[in-house]
């Protein structure tokens, strides 16, 4: 049997709070060992309340703890890059929220660092651990839609938390695109399996703050394919992908957010559909075990530089034209 993976968490992001922790608790191959906070009283709140041994006042002090193998970045967009570099060099595997980070060039760097202290770095996608999206891919790569032409995918909701929050500063990673369009364009990249040629983006910023409020990408990936994406902090939710080639069509709704709903993979030939239906899947859980599988040598990480550089291009070029 595994040896159990030894996890520490970087603050007290309210997805660690409701999502991370609830996984990995039911997780048979993990242990939550330890949580940092820059309040220790939270830090200690916090351990009291889900039974973890140690809490922290600093995330340098939990970086130190030679008993935690691995660690789960969930903090503000910004401090994806600088927090990551540190653990891996503590000697930590980091498993860190998406964005990875703000630039290419910080994902570069990142990944430079996992490789030369030997040290696993995956990006929190949780979405692509879901059984639906596996079996949405084996779908497409068998032909019953045809080659696939068209991607449409849009991931938003009304955003209404006080202006104090991260994701209104855009010096923090705040908008929309680095939030939930980052899904989008991961989605997009990961059916046609190539970078696209070219990138389009438009925008409605919001006049306090700059951040982008909603955006709308047009990508040209190779072989004339286009992908339609868009996200959004002021609309009403959607998280969805469409993917259509010309015998068929794949749809899935709550495409990036099936925790804990039955779910469906909705496929349209000669405008016939059939439903393929998911029982709940907790895709953090997924996630959690396959990087542990990773870490004891027995994997690859699912998502590896590749898919995070790519991505990270992609949203540089859509940003720079935005706020040009």
Request: hydrophobic fraction near 40%; charged fraction near 25%.
């Amino acid at each position: 049997m595994m040896e159990k993976v030894r996890w520490g968490i970087l603050g007290g992001a309210a997805i660690a709070e409701t999502t991370f922790i609830p996984a990995i608790k039911k997780s048979k191959k993990s242990e939550l060992v330890a949580i940092a906070s820059r309040d220790l009283s939270k830090a200690r709140a916090w351990a009291k309340n889900f039974g973890l041994r140690r809490a922290y006042g600093s995330y340098e002090e939990l970086l130190a703890d030679p008993e935690i193998e691995a660690v789960y970045n969930p903090l503000p967009n910004h401090l994806h890059f600088p927090l990551s570099i540190a653990a891996l060099r503590a000697g930590k595997h980091v498993l860190c929220e998406k964005p990875l980070a703000l630039t290419a060039a910080e994902v570069q760097e990142m990944f430079a660092e996992a490789k030369k202290n030997n040290r696993l770095l995956m990006e929190g996608f949780m979405y692509r651990f879901h059984p639906r999206l596996s079996q949405t891919l084996e779908l497409i790569r068998s032909g019953v839609i045809g080659p696939p032409r068209l991607v449409r995918a849009v991931f938003g909701f009304v955003f209404n938390r006080d202006r104090s929050n991260y994701r209104w500063r855009p010096e923090m990673g705040g908008g929309a695109l680095y939030d939930v369009g980052c899904y989008t364009v991961n989605a997009a990249r990961l059916v046609f399996g190539s970078e696209p040629e070219e990138v389009r983006a438009s925008a409605h910023l919001d006049d306090k703050t700059g951040i982008d409020l909603t955006t709308s990408l047009l990508c040209t990936f190779p072989g004339n394919r286009q992908a339609l994406l868009a996200c959004s902090f002021e609309l009403e939710f959607e998280s969805s992908l469409e993917v259509s080639g010309s015998q068929g069509r794949i749809f899935l709704s709550r495409a990036f957010s099936a925790k804990h709903f039955e779910t469906a993979i909705q496929l349209t030939r000669q405008q016939k559909t059939e439903l393929i239906t998911f029982s709940p899947a907790d895709q953090f859980q997924l996630m959690i075990e396959h990087f542990g599988e990773a870490i004891r040598g027995r994997t690859e990480p699912l998502l590896d530089f590749k898919d995070s550089y790519g991505n990270a291009v992609v949203i540089d070029k859509a940003l720079k034209l935005i706020h040009q």
